[in-house]
């Protein structure tokens, strides 16, 4: 099995992906107009962000708050081998596509991780690790990974743990 995959974006290690993605009508706080799959107009020639510094000043608050639990880096250094359409644009559309696909999956692994944190007992933390241990091996390609009746099924395991762990308030 691989190793532990990471709930955290690292975007020194991604390719702008949440930038490109999503279209900005599904994304509050990104002032840019665009469609899913087209880079943000913010995006210099060489593909990074051309306003990172000032972002928030200049309305774009959405970037700054946009965290993908890692399935950006995941998507460039695992799935692509650290290939990036910067170099070869033929891999924007099947990377983009990929990110898609994995988000659902990260999401999950970093409520998993969350619920780790608030001391699960050992029939709950079994639970955890079954879960972990699938999430990890659908991350292993964007088919498996967007596979949604897979992803409800695990979602529907982790909502009563985490339900235990961190009741709703009254």
């Known amino acids: 099995m691989p190793g532990k995959l990471e709930t ?21 706080g990104f002032s840019a107009r665009k469609q899913a799959g087209e880079a943000c107009p913010k995006l210099d020639a060489c593909g990074l ?34 290939k ?6 033929a891999l924007l559309r099947p990377m983009a596509e990929s990110f898609l696909a994995l988000r659902k999956c990260f999401d999950l692994l970093y409520l998993v991780d969350y619920a780790r944190g608030l001391g699960p007992n050992g029939d709950e933390r079994s639970v955890l690790d079954g879960i972990e241990t699938e999430l990890t091996e659908m991350a292993a390609s964007a088919q498996t990974a967007s596979d949604s009746a897979r ?19 009254a």
Do not use: K, N
Request: aromatic fraction near 8%.
């Open 8 to 28: 955290r974006s690292d975007c020194s290690r991604c390719a702008a992906l949440c930038c490109i993605a999503y279209p900005s009508d599904e994304m509050p």
């Open 49 to 82: 962000c051309s306003i990172y510094a000032t972002r928030g000043r200049d309305g774009f608050g959405g970037c700054i708050q946009f965290e993908c639990f890692g399935a950006g880096q995941h998507v460039v250094q695992t799935l692509f081998g650290g």
């Open 84 to 89: 990036d359409w910067r170099d070869d644009p």
């Open 151 to 169: 992803l409800r099924s695990v979602e529907a395991r982790l909502r009563p743990v985490l339900a235990r762990l961190h009741p709703a308030p």
